[in-house]
Nanobody, 127 residues
Framework: QVQLVESGGGLVQAGGSLRLSCAAS????????MGWFRQAPGKEREFVAR????????YYADSVKGRFTISRDNAKNTVTLQMNSLKPEDTAVYYC????????????????????WGQGTQVTVSS
């Protein structure tokens, strides 16, 4: 059974930084794309960032491009989201997710690609 456990959320002032981590177990981590999504109160869950299983490619939502960086450590089965220059509109519960398909090639989709989800970690950015 796949288990994803996020950590690193918290309260930070606008302009500050946070580093989210996700520890994965129950899967051959190096074979799966990993992603981060977020959900703000009253809004739908939205894509934030994705890193391919090979780590050769990363993808970002326009709203976080240039501020957030996704990375992975296949030796430690972890994926990290470094968030800089945080804004109040980044406030949300952040979820780690694992692709449902191993060794995916070709076009990447959105949330539909992901079959396993963590419980989420709260990020609050004060103005």
């Amino acid at each position: 059974q796949v288990q994803l456990v996020e950590s690193g959320g918290g309260l930070v002032q606008a302009g500050g930084s946070l580093r989210l981590s996700c520890a994965a177990s129950g899967l051959t981590f190096s074979r799966f794309d990993m992603g981060w999504f977020r959900q703000a109160p009253g809004k739908e869950r939205e894509f934030v960032a994705r890193i391919t299983w090979s780590a050769r490619s990363t993808y970002y939502a326009d709203s976080v491009k240039g501020r957030f960086t996704i990375s992975r450590d296949n030796a430690k089965n972890t994926v990290t989201l470094q968030m800089n220059s945080l804004k109040p509109e980044d406030t949300a519960v952040y979820y780690c997710a694992a692709d449902r398909l191993a060794l995916r090639i070709g076009t990447r989709g959105g949330a539909v690609d992901f079959g396993s989800w963590g419980q989420g970690t709260q990020v609050t950015v004060s103005s």
